[in-house]
């Protein structure tokens, strides 16, 4: 059974991927080892998740500079409220079907704090207390003056911005790193696959999520713990020692950044570590076979 499964897979390859390389790996059954047959094409697999990591072109082929300019107009122009970038990159710059997969998965990731905002818009700017002295909101009104109900609806609203404004910058960062990952290279080079803020983790995974997920929740302490004195009142601000919207949303807006950059640091510390990790076990393998 193993070997008709075997025999199977290489003739759907064969079929999806004509001649695109110029060797093709089988697998042997009885000792897993592969076998190189000269003219056919290359197309490794990965278990039960082989459907999801076979190397492919991109569905649009179009040259780099074309993916990075649809990539950026789709990121300035719409990319902050819809994530229109992360079709270029789905269509455009992803070789895997894991690639698009994750591409479309965080485009509606993006679609769903949309919701969050408009949803959570609808109901704050509907239903507030007044606040003292003729202010709009702030940080004192928010969580002394609001009920309860208002008060989550009103931080709910905000995460969903947060991540917005935090997907927006990260994406912003690396898209043109994923633009030029779709050159043509060998088959099997693990450069195909789309990688995460410059380092080696992939793409297609849930931990550019995690790392969204964190610095949303980040954001969104320093607004309503660690920042207590905002209010939207534009006028007299430094005789109260009040800080205005404007001047909170550039500190937040740094902080995303200064978030994204900490986080592509630690992602590419870990990957040196472990290329001098496997280069010292080497090291020690030959003196140990020496």
Known sequence: NRARWSACYVSLAVVLRPAEMSNHKSIVPATGETTVVAGQPDTTYHHCCCCLHVSSTP?????????????????????????????????????????RLWAVINFACVLIALGMVAGGGAYVRGVPLPCQNGTEMSHHCLFH????????V??????????LATAWVCDGLQLWHWSYFHSPVPQNDN????????????????????????????????????????????????ERGLMGLT????????????????????????????????NNDSS???????
């Open 59 to 99: 569905i649009t082929a179009v040259p780099n500079w074309a993916t990075l300019l649809l990539g950026y107009l789709g990121w300035i122009g719409f990319g902050f409220l819809f994530g229109f970038h992360w079709l270029a990159v789905a269509f455009c710059a992803a070789r895997s079907r894991a690639d």
């Open 145 to 152: 003056v609001q009920t309860i109900t208002y008060q989550s």
């Open 154 to 163: 009103y931080i709910f609203h905000f995460v969903g911005l947060a991540w």
């Open 191 to 238: 450069r195909l696959a789309l990688k995460l803020f410059y380092s080696q983790i992939p793409l297609a995974g849930p931990w550019y999520s995690v790392v969204l997920a964190l610095i949303t929740i980040l954001v969104s302490c320093t607004w309503t713990v660690f920042i207590t004195n905002w209010t939207t009142d534009t006028s007299g601000l430094e």
């Open 247 to 278: 001047e909170l949303a550039g500190f937040l807006f740094v902080e995303i950044l200064s978030c994204a950059a900490v986080t592509a640091i630690i992602l590419n510390l870990m990957r040196c570590c472990k290329i001098k990790s496997t």
């Open 284 to 290: 020690t393998t030959d003196k140990s076979g020496v």
